[in-house]
């Protein structure tokens, strides 16, 4: 639990200081003023807002009890729930053809899990049981916080550093505009980095976490095997749109067909599919 916090708090911090350092490249000493402004204010709106962001951004709909189509998947997530001891999160349903889930949400108080319509086609109903095991994982350990925080100011930081060179100035305090070109491309690879760094082993933990709530790891062995194969071959619009948002799936949605796929923030599928095949002999 502490350990998530102050990982929370690194990740701010180096967030602040990527942004100041585009700001002073970009601006000089106001800009940097201006870009620590934007940052403190991103950071404050990433922790109430940044769930109900990317869900947006997702086209994600809401799973109420009574709906018959997802009743099933709804009541899956809730006896789920129950075996992790969580509080019922919210459930959505993306209308997308390629198979990925995410959990999101600032505590287990206020998660939700998101699934796509792809990925129920895909997966049988023991599959799908440990993808969404895996995603409550991510909501008991708290890490649903940090992947949402992430990717929302990761994606300012894309944008501030594009737009940058609006920053002002004039005469000697103008913008050098080849440090203004080099920041558009190399302050988005700095926050993959500070992304990567703090996702991977995050993927194993929740990994080990679903198998234990579902207690059926070959399931959820089996679900990422299929989902990796697909993943690749259906494209994710939305993913490719906003990258940053790629590291709170299950597998990463990402083309790899450009700069953006260089930076995976989730490890090997073959490595993931190794350590709960090893832990299936526990159960």
């Known amino acids: 639990m502490l350990g998530n916090w102050i990982k929370t708090f690194v990740l701010m911090a180096a967030i602040t200081a990527l942004f100041a350092s585009v700001g002073a490249a970009l601006g000089g000493a106001g800009g940097m003023m201006i870009a620590l402004l934007f940052a403190g204010g991103m950071n404050i709106y990433a922790y109430w807002f940044s769930d109900k962001a990317v869900l947006k951004m997702y086209g994600a709909q809401e799973v109420m009890p009574d709906n018959t189509q997802f009743r099933s998947y709804y009541n899956m997530v809730k006896e789920l729930a129950e075996n992790a001891q969580l509080p019922m999160p919210k459930v959505y349903v993306i209308d997308e053809q390629q198979p990925n889930a995410f959990a999101t949400g600032r505590n287990p108080e206020h998660a939700a899990v998101a699934a796509t319509v792809g ?158 095949l090893a832990m299936a002999n526990h159960y």
């Open 119 to 276: 990925i129920m086609r895909i997966l049988n109903e023991r599959e799908l049981r440990g993808v969404m095991a895996h995603e409550l994982a991510h909501v008991k350990h708290r890490d649903t916080l940090i992947s949402t925080i992430s990717a929302t100011v990761a994606g300012a930081i894309s944008a501030i550093a594009q737009f940058g060179m609006f920053f002002g100035g004039s005469g000697d305090n103008r913008p050098n505009p080849v440090i203004g070109l080099l920041m558009m491309f190399l302050a988005p690879m700095a926050a993959g980095l500070i992304q990567m760094a703090i996702s991977r082993a995050r993927e194993y933990e929740a990994d080990r976490g679903g198998a234990e709530i579902c207690k059926d790891p070959k399931a959820l062995a089996a679900a990422l095997e299929k989902i990796h194969n697909y993943a690749h071959k259906i494209p994710n619009q939305t993913a490719e749109m906003h990258p940053e948002t790629g590291q709170m799936m299950i597998i990463n949605p990402l083309s790899g067909q450009s700069l953006k796929g260089l930076f995976s923030t989730h490890p090997q599928t073959e490595e993931r599919v190794r350590r709960l």
